[in-house]
Protein backbone atom coordinates (compact mmCIF):
# COMPACT_ATOMS: atom_id res chain seq x y z
CA UNK A 1 0.00 0.00 0.00
CA UNK A 2 1.36 3.34 -0.75
CA UNK A 3 -0.17 6.53 0.93
CA UNK A 4 0.00 9.81 0.62
CA UNK A 5 -1.19 12.27 3.78
CA UNK A 6 -2.68 15.27 4.70
CA UNK A 7 -0.01 16.17 6.87
CA UNK A 8 3.20 15.87 3.70
CA UNK A 9 3.82 12.25 4.56
CA UNK A 10 4.55 9.82 1.96
CA UNK A 11 5.57 6.07 2.02
CA UNK A 12 4.47 2.75 1.64
CA UNK A 13 4.14 -0.39 3.84
CA UNK A 14 4.90 -3.83 2.14
CA UNK A 15 4.81 -7.46 2.81
CA UNK A 16 6.72 -10.00 0.56
CA UNK A 17 6.89 -13.68 0.54
CA UNK A 18 8.02 -16.61 -1.42
CA UNK A 19 7.97 -20.43 -1.38
CA UNK A 20 11.14 -21.74 -2.17
CA UNK A 21 11.31 -25.90 -1.97
CA UNK A 22 10.16 -26.58 1.57
CA UNK A 23 10.51 -23.22 3.21
CA UNK A 24 8.57 -20.01 2.80
CA UNK A 25 10.78 -16.60 3.07
CA UNK A 26 9.03 -13.54 4.41
CA UNK A 27 10.26 -9.98 4.77
CA UNK A 28 8.56 -6.36 5.42
CA UNK A 29 9.49 -3.32 3.56
CA UNK A 30 8.88 -0.08 5.12
CA UNK A 31 9.24 3.83 3.62
CA UNK A 32 8.02 7.06 5.52
CA UNK A 33 8.47 10.03 4.79
CA UNK A 34 7.91 13.46 7.10
CA UNK A 35 9.00 16.93 5.69
CA UNK A 36 11.30 18.49 7.67
CA UNK A 37 12.98 15.02 8.70
CA UNK A 38 15.45 12.42 6.82
CA UNK A 39 13.05 9.60 5.20
CA UNK A 40 12.90 6.45 7.23
CA UNK A 41 13.22 2.94 5.11
CA UNK A 42 12.96 -0.20 7.13
CA UNK A 43 13.01 -4.01 5.86
CA UNK A 44 12.90 -6.79 8.27
CA UNK A 45 12.78 -10.92 8.17
CA UNK A 46 9.05 -11.30 8.97
CA UNK A 47 9.23 -15.11 10.55
CA UNK A 48 6.51 -16.86 11.14
CA UNK A 49 3.89 -16.12 7.68
CA UNK A 50 0.11 -17.05 8.23
CA UNK A 51 -2.04 -16.89 5.37
CA UNK A 52 -5.86 -17.40 6.00
CA UNK A 53 -7.51 -20.01 3.54
CA UNK A 54 -9.96 -17.21 2.14
CA UNK A 55 -6.38 -15.25 1.52
CA UNK A 56 -8.30 -12.17 3.62
CA UNK A 57 -5.86 -11.88 6.17
CA UNK A 58 -1.99 -12.51 6.16
CA UNK A 59 0.48 -11.83 9.03
CA UNK A 60 4.03 -12.31 9.79
CA UNK A 61 6.21 -11.15 12.48
CA UNK A 62 5.71 -7.10 12.73
CA UNK A 63 2.74 -7.17 10.20
CA UNK A 64 -0.52 -7.56 10.07
CA UNK A 65 -2.90 -7.11 7.15
CA UNK A 66 -6.88 -8.02 7.39
CA UNK A 67 -9.03 -7.15 4.36
CA UNK A 68 -13.09 -6.72 4.67
CA UNK A 69 -14.96 -10.00 2.97
CA UNK A 70 -16.44 -7.24 0.23
CA UNK A 71 -12.61 -5.80 0.27
CA UNK A 72 -14.36 -2.74 1.09
CA UNK A 73 -12.05 -2.04 3.43
CA UNK A 74 -8.06 -2.86 4.53
CA UNK A 75 -6.84 -3.08 8.47
CA UNK A 76 -2.80 -2.93 8.31
CA UNK A 77 -0.68 -3.07 11.72
CA UNK A 78 3.09 -2.25 11.20
CA UNK A 79 5.03 -2.78 13.86
CA UNK A 80 8.00 -4.41 12.58
CA UNK A 81 10.65 -1.34 13.25
CA UNK A 82 9.36 -0.81 16.87
CA UNK A 83 9.70 -4.26 17.85
CA UNK A 84 13.67 -4.12 16.75
CA UNK A 85 14.50 -0.22 18.27
CA UNK A 86 12.74 1.83 20.55
CA UNK A 87 13.85 4.46 17.10
CA UNK A 88 11.74 2.36 14.86
CA UNK A 89 8.82 3.20 13.52
CA UNK A 90 5.01 1.85 13.98
CA UNK A 91 1.63 2.61 12.20
CA UNK A 92 -1.49 1.49 11.83
CA UNK A 93 -3.88 2.43 8.76
CA UNK A 94 -7.49 1.90 7.68
CA UNK A 95 -7.62 2.04 4.36
CA UNK A 96 -10.93 2.28 2.80
CA UNK A 97 -11.23 1.62 -1.01
CA UNK A 98 -13.22 4.29 -3.07
CA UNK A 99 -13.11 3.12 -6.80
CA UNK A 100 -13.03 -0.35 -9.23
CA UNK A 101 -10.02 -2.04 -8.74
CA UNK A 102 -8.74 -2.59 -12.61
CA UNK A 103 -6.20 -5.11 -14.02
CA UNK A 104 -5.11 -5.17 -17.88
CA UNK A 105 -6.35 -8.07 -19.31
CA UNK A 106 -6.37 -11.50 -16.95
CA UNK A 107 -3.60 -9.32 -15.12
CA UNK A 108 -0.83 -11.14 -16.47
CA UNK A 109 2.61 -11.04 -18.49
CA UNK A 110 3.98 -14.23 -19.64
CA UNK A 111 7.91 -14.32 -19.45
CA UNK A 112 9.35 -17.47 -21.10
CA UNK A 113 8.13 -20.60 -19.02
CA UNK A 114 6.68 -17.87 -15.89
CA UNK A 115 4.25 -14.86 -15.32
CA UNK A 116 4.35 -11.20 -13.49
CA UNK A 117 0.97 -10.39 -12.45
CA UNK A 118 0.07 -6.77 -10.92
CA UNK A 119 -3.98 -5.97 -10.12
CA UNK A 120 -4.91 -2.81 -8.57
CA UNK A 121 -7.20 -0.63 -6.04
CA UNK A 122 -5.87 2.73 -7.45
CA UNK A 123 -7.53 5.06 -5.45
CA UNK A 124 -9.06 4.93 -1.27
CA UNK A 125 -9.20 7.15 1.46
CA UNK A 126 -6.69 5.55 4.53
CA UNK A 127 -6.64 6.96 8.00
CA UNK A 128 -3.15 6.64 10.13
CA UNK A 129 -1.45 6.44 13.29
CA UNK A 130 2.36 6.73 12.95
CA UNK A 131 5.07 6.86 15.53
CA UNK A 132 8.37 8.38 14.04
CA UNK A 133 10.62 10.18 15.03
CA UNK A 134 10.22 10.39 18.40
CA UNK A 135 6.70 11.50 17.67
CA UNK A 136 2.76 10.56 17.20
CA UNK A 137 0.55 12.22 14.66
CA UNK A 138 -2.87 10.71 13.02
CA UNK A 139 -3.74 12.13 9.59
CA UNK A 140 -6.04 10.97 6.79
CA UNK A 141 -5.09 10.89 3.11
CA UNK A 142 -5.40 9.14 0.19
CA UNK A 143 -4.12 5.34 -1.10
CA UNK A 144 -3.35 3.10 -3.57
CA UNK A 145 -2.94 -0.87 -3.18
CA UNK A 146 -1.48 -3.02 -5.35
CA UNK A 147 -1.43 -6.89 -5.15
CA UNK A 148 1.79 -8.33 -7.37
CA UNK A 149 2.52 -11.82 -8.38
CA UNK A 150 4.96 -14.00 -9.95
CA UNK A 151 5.11 -17.64 -10.83
CA UNK A 152 8.38 -19.97 -11.97
CA UNK A 153 10.32 -17.16 -13.09
CA UNK A 154 13.19 -15.15 -10.63
CA UNK A 155 12.46 -11.38 -10.20
CA UNK A 156 15.99 -10.70 -12.11
CA UNK A 157 14.39 -12.48 -14.87
CA UNK A 158 10.80 -10.05 -14.63
CA UNK A 159 12.42 -7.11 -15.22
CA UNK A 160 15.63 -5.47 -15.74
CA UNK A 161 14.18 -1.68 -14.98
CA UNK A 162 11.31 -0.87 -13.15
CA UNK A 163 9.68 2.80 -13.25
CA UNK A 164 6.95 3.67 -10.64
CA UNK A 165 5.35 6.96 -10.05
CA UNK A 166 2.30 7.88 -7.89
CA UNK A 167 0.32 11.10 -7.85
CA UNK A 168 -1.81 13.11 -5.77
CA UNK A 169 -3.29 16.38 -6.78
CA UNK A 170 -6.06 18.36 -7.95
CA UNK A 171 -7.43 19.80 -10.77
CA UNK A 172 -5.66 23.55 -10.87
CA UNK A 173 -9.37 24.90 -11.18
CA UNK A 174 -10.00 23.65 -7.99
CA UNK A 175 -9.57 26.36 -5.55
CA UNK A 176 -6.60 26.18 -3.11
CA UNK A 177 -9.01 26.25 0.38
CA UNK A 178 -11.39 23.60 -1.58
CA UNK A 179 -8.67 20.71 -1.90
CA UNK A 180 -9.51 17.79 0.22
CA UNK A 181 -8.18 13.77 0.43
CA UNK A 182 -12.17 13.33 -1.02
CA UNK A 183 -11.88 15.62 -3.54
CA UNK A 184 -8.09 14.49 -4.50
CA UNK A 185 -7.13 12.82 -8.10
CA UNK A 186 -4.13 10.25 -8.77
CA UNK A 187 -2.29 9.33 -11.13
CA UNK A 188 -0.01 5.98 -10.96
CA UNK A 189 2.26 3.96 -13.33
CA UNK A 190 3.91 0.58 -13.01
CA UNK A 191 5.90 -0.11 -15.94
CA UNK A 192 9.52 -2.32 -16.48
CA UNK A 193 11.46 -3.21 -19.09
CA UNK A 194 12.27 -7.30 -19.34
CA UNK A 195 15.82 -8.56 -19.61
CA UNK A 196 17.40 -8.51 -22.67
CA UNK A 197 16.80 -12.20 -22.96
CA UNK A 198 13.36 -11.69 -22.97
CA UNK A 199 13.32 -9.76 -25.47
CA UNK A 200 13.66 -6.26 -23.67
CA UNK A 201 9.51 -6.12 -23.69
CA UNK A 202 8.69 -3.03 -21.85
CA UNK A 203 5.15 -3.86 -20.02
CA UNK A 204 3.24 -1.25 -18.28
CA UNK A 205 -0.17 -0.40 -16.14
CA UNK A 206 -1.38 2.90 -15.47
CA UNK A 207 -4.73 4.52 -13.84
CA UNK A 208 -5.99 8.24 -13.37
CA UNK A 209 -8.59 8.63 -10.51
CA UNK A 210 -10.70 11.85 -10.32
CA UNK A 211 -12.29 12.38 -6.65
CA UNK A 212 -12.04 8.97 -5.77
CA UNK A 213 -13.27 7.43 -9.03
CA UNK A 214 -11.50 5.36 -11.37
CA UNK A 215 -11.65 7.43 -14.53
CA UNK A 216 -9.25 5.97 -16.72
CA UNK A 217 -7.08 2.95 -17.54
CA UNK A 218 -3.83 3.20 -19.58
CA UNK A 219 -1.89 0.24 -21.06
CA UNK A 220 0.89 2.01 -23.09
CA UNK A 221 3.02 4.54 -21.06
CA UNK A 222 6.52 5.33 -22.58
CA UNK A 223 9.45 6.76 -20.23
CA UNK A 224 11.62 8.91 -21.47
CA UNK A 225 14.69 9.65 -18.81
CA UNK A 226 16.51 13.22 -19.43
CA UNK A 227 19.85 14.63 -17.45
CA UNK A 228 21.55 11.53 -16.19
CA UNK A 229 23.76 12.25 -13.63
CA UNK A 230 26.11 9.30 -11.78
CA UNK A 231 24.90 7.29 -8.58
CA UNK A 232 27.13 9.45 -5.75
CA UNK A 233 26.28 6.06 -3.61
CA UNK A 234 28.67 4.03 -5.81
CA UNK A 235 26.24 2.16 -7.29
CA UNK A 236 27.70 2.81 -11.14
CA UNK A 237 24.17 3.51 -12.64
CA UNK A 238 23.32 6.72 -14.23
CA UNK A 239 20.11 8.67 -13.07
CA UNK A 240 17.78 10.72 -14.81
CA UNK A 241 17.26 13.99 -13.25
CA UNK A 242 14.10 14.30 -15.55
CA UNK A 243 11.39 12.06 -16.37
CA UNK A 244 8.46 12.28 -18.99
CA UNK A 245 5.49 9.65 -18.39
CA UNK A 246 3.15 9.47 -21.15
CA UNK A 247 0.30 7.34 -20.80
CA UNK A 248 -2.72 6.11 -23.51
CA UNK A 249 -5.39 4.28 -23.05
CA UNK A 250 -9.70 4.78 -22.55
CA UNK A 251 -11.74 6.23 -19.84
CA UNK A 252 -14.26 3.71 -18.24
CA UNK A 253 -16.50 4.89 -20.95
CA UNK A 254 -14.68 4.36 -23.55
CA UNK A 255 -12.74 7.52 -24.41
CA UNK A 256 -9.35 7.77 -25.70
CA UNK A 257 -7.13 8.90 -22.93
CA UNK A 258 -3.43 10.33 -22.80
CA UNK A 259 -1.50 11.63 -19.72
CA UNK A 260 1.40 13.18 -19.83
CA UNK A 261 3.68 14.03 -16.19
CA UNK A 262 6.40 15.91 -17.23
CA UNK A 263 8.39 15.10 -14.04
CA UNK A 264 11.16 16.94 -12.05
CA UNK A 265 11.82 13.98 -9.19
CA UNK A 266 14.61 16.34 -7.39
CA UNK A 267 14.30 15.06 -3.55
CA UNK A 268 16.17 12.06 -2.80
CA UNK A 269 14.76 9.79 -0.20
CA UNK A 270 16.62 6.53 -0.15
CA UNK A 271 18.95 4.98 -2.48
CA UNK A 272 18.68 1.01 -1.68
CA UNK A 273 21.14 -1.82 -2.25
CA UNK A 274 18.67 -4.30 -2.36
CA UNK A 275 21.88 -6.57 -1.33
CA UNK A 276 23.66 -5.35 0.92
CA UNK A 277 22.82 -7.74 3.97
CA UNK A 278 24.60 -10.57 1.82
CA UNK A 279 28.15 -10.66 3.02
CA UNK A 280 30.48 -8.79 0.59
CA UNK A 281 31.79 -11.33 -1.41
CA UNK A 282 29.04 -13.05 -2.04
CA UNK A 283 27.31 -9.61 -2.69
CA UNK A 284 29.67 -8.58 -5.53
CA UNK A 285 29.51 -12.01 -6.88
CA UNK A 286 25.69 -12.00 -7.17
CA UNK A 287 26.41 -8.34 -8.94
CA UNK A 288 28.79 -9.51 -11.41
CA UNK A 289 27.15 -12.89 -12.06
CA UNK A 290 23.49 -12.60 -12.53
CA UNK A 291 22.23 -8.68 -11.07
CA UNK A 292 22.86 -5.86 -9.36
CA UNK A 293 19.54 -4.30 -8.33
CA UNK A 294 19.36 -1.00 -6.22
CA UNK A 295 16.00 0.67 -5.82
CA UNK A 296 16.11 4.71 -6.16
CA UNK A 297 13.28 6.73 -4.20
CA UNK A 298 12.69 10.51 -5.04
CA UNK A 299 9.92 12.55 -4.24
CA UNK A 300 8.69 15.63 -6.02
CA UNK A 301 6.38 18.37 -4.34
CA UNK A 302 5.83 20.55 -7.40
CA UNK A 303 4.12 17.89 -9.74
CA UNK A 304 1.71 18.41 -12.57
CA UNK A 305 -0.09 15.94 -14.95
CA UNK A 306 -1.91 16.57 -17.67
CA UNK A 307 -4.77 15.22 -18.44
CA UNK A 308 -6.37 14.90 -22.27
CA UNK A 309 -9.89 13.07 -22.56
CA UNK A 310 -11.56 12.58 -25.81
CA UNK A 311 -14.46 15.39 -26.34
CA UNK A 312 -13.24 17.67 -23.23
CA UNK A 313 -10.97 20.56 -22.79
CA UNK A 314 -7.46 19.37 -21.61
CA UNK A 315 -7.39 19.35 -17.95
CA UNK A 316 -3.28 20.34 -15.56
CA UNK A 317 -3.72 18.52 -12.10
CA UNK A 318 -1.17 20.05 -9.86
CA UNK A 319 0.11 17.60 -6.55
CA UNK A 320 3.02 16.00 -5.12
CA UNK A 321 4.40 12.87 -6.50
CA UNK A 322 6.20 9.60 -5.11
CA UNK A 323 9.28 8.31 -7.77
CA UNK A 324 10.58 4.74 -7.52
CA UNK A 325 13.16 3.34 -10.09
CA UNK A 326 14.71 0.06 -9.69
CA UNK A 327 17.65 -1.34 -11.46
CA UNK A 328 18.31 -4.86 -12.01
CA UNK A 329 20.95 -4.60 -14.83
Not at 34 to 57: A, M, Q, Y
Not at 230 to 240: A, F, Q, T, V, W
Request: with cysteine; glycine share 8%.
Amino acid sequence: MYFHLDNGCVGFVQIAWAYLALTTTVETNAMFYVPGHPSVFETHNGHHLKVKKDSLEYECKGMQATWAKDHSKLSVKYTAGRERSPQGVAATFEFVRKSDGYKIGDGKNHIGEGTAAHYFYPTGQVSAHVEINGEKFDSMGSAMFIHAHSGNIMPYNVGSQFNMCYFVGHSEDIPQDKRTSENASTFHVLQYRTPASYGSVECSNAGFTQENQLKAVLWDTKIEHRDFVKDENGSGYELPKHVIFTSTGKTVDGKNAKLVFDSKPTLRLQDIDVLKAMPYVVRRLVQALITKPFIFERYEDNAKVQVEIEGQDPQVFQGVAFHELTQME
